[in-house]
């Protein structure tokens, strides 16, 4: 079973910064990827940024020149630096891994990520 707890989550200003971090208990398991997840205010989930094994990396437009997804050598760690924050990347943010073989998908709890103007 991998299991995901996020941490780093709080109160920003707008233009602020903040570090999440994504803390991956996996044992034996093989991470094939990650990714990071908003869920706005009252709007549906969506990917924020995402990254293989093969180091392929995406964001999304909203994101994209502000944050960077990262990861220590082992997959033990996901990061997600965010910086130049605006009121809409307020949020509760969700860390998710897919493992090889089965592929199967795991999320963590998510961390609130509350930006003011």
């Known amino acids: 079973q991998v299991q995901l707890v996020e941490s780093g989550g709080g109160l920003v200003q707008a233009g602020g910064s903040l570090r999440l971090s994504c803390a991956v208990s996996?044992?034996?398991?093989?991470?094939?990827?990650a990714a990071w997840y908003r869920q706005p205010p009252g709007k549906e989930r969506e990917l924020v940024a995402a990254?293989?094994?093969?180091?392929?990396?995406n964001y999304s437009d909203s994101v994209k020149g502000r944050f960077t997804i990262s990861r220590d050598l082992h997959w033990n760690t996901i990061y997600l630096q965010m910086n130049s924050l605006k009121p809409e990347d307020t949020g509760v943010y969700y860390c998710?891994?897919?493992?090889?073989?089965?592929?199967?998908?795991?999320w963590g709890q998510g961390t609130r990520v509350t930006v003011s103007s």
């Open positions: 990254m293989t094994h093969g180091a392929n990396i």
């Open positions: 996996k044992g034996s398991f093989s991470i094939l990827s």
């Open positions: 998710k891994v897919q493992t090889a073989g089965w592929r199967a998908e795991f």
